[in-house]
């Protein structure tokens, strides 16, 4: 009786153990600023990336990308993005204060006219969130 009793204490605790901690992040695609002020390029559109859940997350491999054309594709170098913090990433401008992002792209990614959609991957090539406008 004492073992069954012990074997099912020892199963409980080995559950809390693997299940605390291994929920898949909650990283999204929280705005999409696609008409940007920059006459002609537009360089000022960006993607707000957020952390919306409760633990630091290292976007070291994921990528960001236009899946309406296919092009461009970002690809995070190593950062953590805390809880409830954003990022942004422009289309060709840097903003050190939203993470100093960027696509280096020289002309307006996101169109003015017919919605585009914005994918995140992490480094598994797993879609992580995906927004239209």
């Given at each position: 009786?004492?073992?069954?009793?012990?074997c099912?204490?020892?199963v409980?605790?080995?559950?809390?153990?693997?299940?605390?901690?291994?929920?898949a992040?909650?990283?999204?695609?929280?705005?999409?600023f696609y008409?940007?002020?920059?006459?002609?390029v537009?360089a000022?559109?960006?993607v707000?990336?957020?952390n919306?859940?409760?633990?630091s997350?290292d976007?070291?491999?994921?990528?960001?990308?236009?899946?309406?054309?296919?092009?461009?594709?970002f690809?995070f170098?190593?950062y953590?993005?805390?809880?409830?913090?954003?990022?942004?990433?422009?289309?060709?401008?840097?903003?050190?204060e939203?993470g100093?992002f960027?696509?280096?792209?020289?002309?307006?990614?996101?169109?003015?006219?017919?919605?585009?959609?914005?994918?995140?991957?992490?480094?598994?090539?797993k879609?992580v969130?995906?927004?239209?406008?």
């Amino acid at each position: 009786m004492k073992i069954k009793y012990l074997c099912s204490i020892l199963v409980l605790f080995l559950l809390i153990i693997f299940t605390t901690g291994c929920a898949a992040p909650n990283i999204q695609i929280t705005r999409i600023f696609y008409d940007g002020l920059v006459p002609r390029v537009e360089a000022d559109e960006y993607v707000e990336i957020t952390n919306l859940g409760d633990q630091s997350q290292d976007l070291a491999g994921w990528i960001l990308i236009d899946a309406s054309e296919g092009y461009p594709l970002f690809t995070f170098p190593p950062y953590i993005l805390a809880p409830g913090k954003s990022i942004r990433v422009y289309t060709n401008e840097y903003h050190p204060e939203w993470g100093g992002f960027s696509f280096e792209y020289g002309r307006a990614i996101w169109s003015n006219t017919e919605p585009d959609v914005a994918v995140l991957y992490d480094n598994r090539d797993k879609e992580v969130s995906r927004k239209s406008y």
